[in-house]
């Protein structure tokens, strides 16, 4: 996270006040969005089945507390259940295996015995827990669709650092319209970059041209600069939690 946040905080008219100490509820949920994200990574979840995960992690977390349940547990869950979700299936196997050597650096994969099979029972437990509480809607619209739909730029240094804001911004929960955060991280990163774009006429960019490249009509410059404020408070979580 340090490249991005250390260019976006460049930019003193999008930076946030450090705000007050989080609570050891939000640290914890700070630190397992990173084990999700991380861990998922390995086990080559593409993003927006990531994005999903989070979400699930999130949500349920808005019901439930982490002293009931224990987060590493149902960031497992979600990620199992976000396989499915989003149609790229993994094996419990390989979600324990690379969540134990994630929390358990250089030990060796868990043999196939009781313990084995005991977490992977607490796994599948936890996932129609999930499901549950969830009152199983867990299929979700992310920004990334709004972005890859309108945008042929992969590669590009705009694209690199407007993925890498979006993927960030799953350690928090930003509780808005999926192109509203499409448009913000987006004008983000072109900030960042030093890239102007302009408008045509009264509209702005991300309202498309000749009725083409909408991104959103209804976001407005102060909607963009709080979620940029939001996303901002999220990089100086990450360093009050390191």
Request: proline share 7%; hydrophobic share 40%; aromatic share 8%.
């Amino acid at each position: 996270m340090e490249s991005c946040v250390g260019l976006a905080l460049r930019k003193p008219r999008l930076d946030a006040e450090p705000g007050p100490e989080p609570d050891p509820d939000t640290r914890t949920h700070f630190r397992v969005c990173r084990f999700i994200t991380e861990t998922g990574v390995k086990l080559g979840m593409c993003s927006e089945p990531l994005a999903t995960a989070c979400t699930v992690y999130h949500r349920f977390f808005q019901c439930c507390s982490p002293r009931v349940f224990e987060p590493h547990l149902v960031a497992m869950a979600a990620i199992y259940l976000a396989g499915k979700v989003e149609e790229q299936h993994l094996r419990t196997r390989d979600i324990i295996n690379v969540c134990h050597r994630y929390l358990n650096p250089g030990s060796d994969p868990l043999e196939l015995d009781s313990r084995f099979w005991d977490l992977r029972d607490s796994i599948v437990q936890c996932e129609l827990l999930l499901l549950r509480v969830l009152n199983f809607q867990v299929s979700f619209q992310h920004p990334h669709k709004a972005l890859m739909n309108r945008h042929a730029w992969d590669r590009t240094p705009i694209a690199v650092t407007t993925w890498a804001l979006l993927r960030d911004s799953y350690h928090g929960s930003l509780c808005h319209p999926p192109q509203h955060v499409a448009v913000a991280v987006l004008y983000l990163a072109l900030q960042t970059l030093g890239v102007e774009v302009p408008g045509e006429g009264e509209r702005e960019w991300w309202q498309g041209r000749g009725g083409e490249g909408v991104l959103s009509d209804d976001i407005t410059k102060p909607a963009i600069d709080d979620i940029i404020v939001e996303l901002i408070q999220i990089y100086n979580m990450d360093a009050k939690c390191t």
